[in-house]
T-cell receptor
């Protein structure tokens, strides 16, 4: 079974600084997608960034970028120029690219942004 | 607001009672998912609908749980004879494409 591990329960970053959240996953598949979701306090989860496993180029979305290391099964999220609004729970998720397989989530990392 | 909506947002019930939650997906999204999120954990998949057909069910979905999506529009999740272990956030998500799930705000269930 696929598993997703986030080894950092909590992280903090100073406003305007850069922070990296770690994620590792375990799978025997080669065709899959990886995601980072953000869940602000008492608000709904939103997709931050998505990476397709067959693409070697790391995905970027404005201040958010990933470091995808397929061989190491590692998928970290880098947030640059951190803002107060970035404070949230961040979940790493995996989806095997076949049929209607669901998302498999890690336990999350709580990110605090210090003004 | 045209996002995924869930009702109620909070539900407190006594052990043994039945509860029903509703999810309204984004219009024209044919895929609908239910997840459960307990404290300190990431969401865990419960069940999946494509249009009105329930195509996947997790082993987490015991016999006390039932979900429906009549006419492929809104969905309901019912829990019968609630137990304290059912206390969790129940999340609904919808999508048109498999790799883009949009989540609702969730229903927080507390079983006393």
């Amino acid at each position: 079974a696929q598993t997703v591990t986030q080894s950092q329960p909590e992280m903090s970053v100073q406003e305007a600084e850069t922070v990296t959240l770690s994620c590792t996953y375990d799978t025997s598949e080669s065709d899959y997608y990886l995601f980072w979701y953000k869940q602000p306090p008492s608000r709904q989860m939103i997709l931050v960034i998505r990476q397709e496993a067959y693409k070697q180029q790391n995905a970027t979305e404005n201040r958010f970028s990933v470091n995808f290391q397929k061989a190491a099964k590692s998928f970290s999220l880098k947030i640059s120029d951190s803002q107060l609004g970035d404070a949230a729970m961040y979940f790493c998720a995996y989806r095997f690219n076949s049929g209607n397989t669901p998302l498999v989530f890690g336990k999350g990392t709580r990110l605090s942004v210090i003004a | 607001d045209t996002g995924v909506s869930q009702d109620p947002r909070h539900k407190i019930t006594k052990r043994g009672q039945n509860v029903t939650f509703r999810c309204d997906p984004i219009s024209e999204h044919n895929r609908l998912y239910w997840y459960r999120q307990t404290l300190g954990q990431g969401p865990e998949f419960l069940t999946y609908f494509q249009n009105e057909a329930q195509l996947e069910k997790s082993r987490l979905l015991s016999d006390r749980f039932s979900a429906e999506r009549p006419k492929g529009s809104f969905s309901t999740l019912e829990i019968q004879r609630t137990e304290q272990g059912d206390s969790a956030m129940y999340l609904c998500a919808s999508s048109l494409r498999v790799h883009e799930q949009y989540f609702g705000p969730g229903t927080r269930l507390t079983v006393t």
